[in-house]
């Protein structure tokens, strides 16, 4: 059984198209009627548009198996009074499931991600947190990769933010437990003996993904065909229980090298 990340792992951060292997390997997991999930940290697109982009490249499995932040944040974060940061693709769509927009005095602080946070952004986020609003992040992505250049994710930012103010913060997507615990029971509808200490989570990002996916009992699968150029740039540094229990360089090395029918 698996959990199955998206950019990075079955398609490029540079260009979006699919990985080498990735088509292929999903194609596989069908063939064998694997249970499975694709979760994604999507924020920039509607769930359905993204979804579809995904399906108009080839990826062949039913909506039924896709999950990302969009699809949770109605239960988790209120409509009302939302000062939102990050790309204007997932400002646009907030708006377009009702949020409403407030930078004077929001009630919540919501984090995307894109490659140019300005130094005043994070002074209004600031400003807010201390006066009283909630620090939500969409996800917890260690880096943001885009066009060859690595930015700090999601997650970084929290905690820089959390640092400064001294506010915790909540996580919508990946590694929130309430993200993957939504996320096992979808695929108990695949099949209902699943459970963490069965699934393999395969990402390329092995701090945020695989580290919570760790913590919660399942395997975990690092490549790096996104985030990371090599293991050696992250694996020596990560606490020894972090540490990813495989390392490809892609969705076909899996394939090609990987024991998958004793995962």
């Not at 695989?210 to 996104?226: E, N, R």
Request: net charge negative.
């Amino acid at each position: 059984m698996y959990f199955i990340d998206v950019q990075g792992t079955l398609i490029s951060d540079a260009d979006k198209s699919p990985i080498a292997g990735s088509r292929e390997f999903i194609d596989m997991l069908n063939a064998k009627k694997t249970p499975y999930m694709i979760v994604t940290n999507n924020t920039k697109k509607a769930s359905s548009d993204f979804y579809s982009f995904l399906a108009s490249e080839g990826f062949n499995f039913s909506f039924d198996k896709y999950l990302d932040p969009l699809m949770l944040l109605e239960s988790r974060v209120d409509k009302a009074s939302v000062a939102a940061y990050g790309a204007q693709e997932f400002i646009k769509t907030l708006v377009s499931m009702g949020y409403t927009l407030n930078y004077e005095n929001p009630k919540t602080v919501l984090i995307a991600i894109k490659e140019d946070f300005s130094a005043d952004e994070y002074a209004q986020m600031i400003d807010f947190l201390l006066g009283g609003a909630k620090l939500v992040g969409m996800h917890e992505t260690s880096i943001y990769a885009k066009k060859n250049k690595r930015y700090p994710g999601v997650g970084a930012i929290l905690k820089m933010l959390s640092f400064a103010t001294s506010v915790s913060y909540e996580v919508v997507g990946k590694p929130s437990d309430a993200f993957y615990t939504e996320a096992l029971k979808r695929l108990q509808e695949q099949n209902s003996e699943a459970s963490f200490e069965k699934i393999t989570m395969i990402s390329d990002d092995v701090k945020g993904d695989l580290g919570g996916a760790k913590a919660l009992g399942m395997k975990t699968i690092f490549v790096t065909s996104g985030k990371y150029k090599t293991a050696q740039e992250i694996v020596p540094f990560l606490d020894e229980d972090a540490k990813p229990d495989f390392v490809y360089k892609n969705m076909e090395d899996i394939l090609k090298s990987h024991p998958l029918e004793r995962v």
